[in-house]
């Protein structure tokens, strides 16, 4: 069945996505050796085992005093235990002084463990009688205070696992176990073509008529948010033939190929041709019940996926969340597709009336705002063209493409960017 514009029907957000991965997996970029100070944002492509403990020695939580637990039991503020100071333990050095029962030893956070303490009394339960001798107020039990060798991380223990993707503190990890550099997939590389006659550079300037170029801008930061390299193009006029050259130059070139612009049923607007002619399966589906986002094209050429966006950058950044950014993380190597969709979302009550046209899964702007100890989401509303409700809101709250509007106080999804 064809809709009014003689298109195929709309097909649904659910079932876009069902036939896009029907055809993964996807082209995905080499594996490569890289540096700890450049491997943050890349996915892990071979699991990472330890090559030492970590920490490599008993060491203490706390400032105060190195102890044998049996010491002290018994200890109190009334009937304390009275213990003499036997040293200190130098902050980066191996103790030179071995802990005899009834002594202790002062000790900083950090510091290493002398042979014969178990624990470590914080300075805090201790009264300093003199120079030699302390009252313990509070007694330890065996391991109390101190982080044992090797509790962190045994030798041959596996760190982090293949389809990980690498965290500030994974890497700091890595540090310290001295781990230097790590097998990654290379970032996936991302073509970004802008068609448009009314399209000109941002330094150029506008003549009646014409726009800056946004949504290229745009993809390149969301592209390099979600663990991609961008290509930018450059601007193509709304010529078949210079569009079809700019695409097969990509095809050979990078993982992905976005394409704004050129995606509805304009007379010029050949995007949907370019793609079927690149090469099997072509274009997969052509238009989407979501808004904004209707004109959304996605195809694959060969194991290469193809994204025809719309031109309003609303859309562009809407079907960039619910399409691109999954199929990127498969390209990247990435394991935690799922949790991270999980993790983006959250619920809210909306703010006002909201009204949608059923058939259609609707995407508001909105901003939070927390109302007695409840999460509320504003609504931003404005047109998809406009730039100014993007760079204000903080996420799109959802509403299903059944309903036909949301009450003031009605819970929503809302998907944060």
Same mark, same amino acid.
């Given at each position: 069945m064809r809709d009014m514009l003689g298109r195929e029907e709309l097909v649904t957000v659910a079932e876009a996505l069902a036939i896009l991965f029907q055809h993964a997996p996807f082209r995905r970029p080499a594996e490569i050796l890289v540096g700890l100070d450049d491997c943050c944002g890349m996915v892990v492509s071979r699991d990472i085992e330890a090559p030492e403990d970590l920490p490599g020695f008993s060491r203490s939580t706390v400032d105060g005093f190195a102890v044998r637990s049996s010491d002290t039991?018994?200890?109190?503020?009334?009937?304390?235990?009275?213990?003499?100071?036997?040293?200190?333990?130098p902050m980066g050095k191996k103790p030179s002084v071995s802990l005899r029962k009834g002594e202790c030893v002062r000790i900083a956070t950090g510091g290493m463990l002398p042979d014969g303490a178990d624990a470590v009394v914080m300075f805090e339960h201790t009264q300093l009688l003199d120079e030699k001798t302390i009252e313990v107020m509070r007694p330890v039990s065996p391991g109390e205070n101190v982080i044992q060798a090797g509790e962190d991380v045994r030798k041959g223990e596996c760190v982090l696992r293949c389809g990980h993707r690498l965290r500030p503190q994974d890497v700091g990890a890595l540090a310290g176990l001295g781990i230097t550099s790590v097998w990654a997939y290379d970032r996936p590389k991302v073509s970004i073509i802008s068609t448009g006659d009314e399209i000109v550079s941002p330094g150029a300037p506008v003549q009646p008529g014409q726009v800056r170029d946004i949504n290229s801008f745009t993809l390149s930061g969301l592209v390099s948010h979600a663990g991609g390299t961008a290509l930018k193009k450059g601007i193509i006029e709304d010529r078949y033939e210079a569009i079809r050259d700019v695409v097969e130059e990509s095809l050979r070139g990078s993982e992905m190929v976005l394409i704004t612009g050129g995606s509805s049923v304009g007379t010029k607007d050949v995007t949907a041709k370019v793609i079927n002619e690149a090469g099997e399966p072509g274009v997969l589906f052509h238009g989407v019940a979501l808004k904004p986002g209707k004109p959304l094209i996605g195809g694959?050429?060969?194991?290469?996926?193809?994204?025809? @966006?719309?031109?309003?950058?609303? $859309?562009?950044?809407?079907?960039? /969340?619910?399409?691109? +950014?999954?199929? @990127?993380?498969?390209?990247?190597? $990435?394991?935690?597709?799922?949790? /991270?969709?999980?993790? +983006?979302?959250?619920?809210?009550?909306?703010?006002?009336?909201?009204?949608?046209?059923?058939?259609?899964?609707?995407h508001i702007g909105v901003i939070i705002e927390e109302r007695e100890g409840e999460l509320w989401a504003v609504p931003l509303l404005g047109k998809s063209g406009l730039i100014t409700t993007l760079t204000r809101a903080v996420g799109t709250a959802v509403i299903p493409m059944m309903k036909s509007g949301v009450r003031e106080g009605d819970p929503v999804d809302v998907r944060l960017f």
């Open positions: 039991f018994g200890a109190s503020e009334s009937l304390p235990a009275y213990l003499p100071v036997a040293g200190e333990i694959v050429v060969g194991t290469t996926p193809l994204f025809g @966006l719309p031109g309003h950058p609303a $859309a562009v950044h809407l079907c960039f /969340e619910i399409f691109i +950014r999954p199929v @990127l993380a498969m390209q990247s190597g $990435a394991e935690e597709q799922r949790l /991270e969709k999980r993790r +983006r979302m959250i619920s809210a009550r909306i703010a006002r009336n909201v009204s949608s046209s059923p058939g259609r899964e609707e």
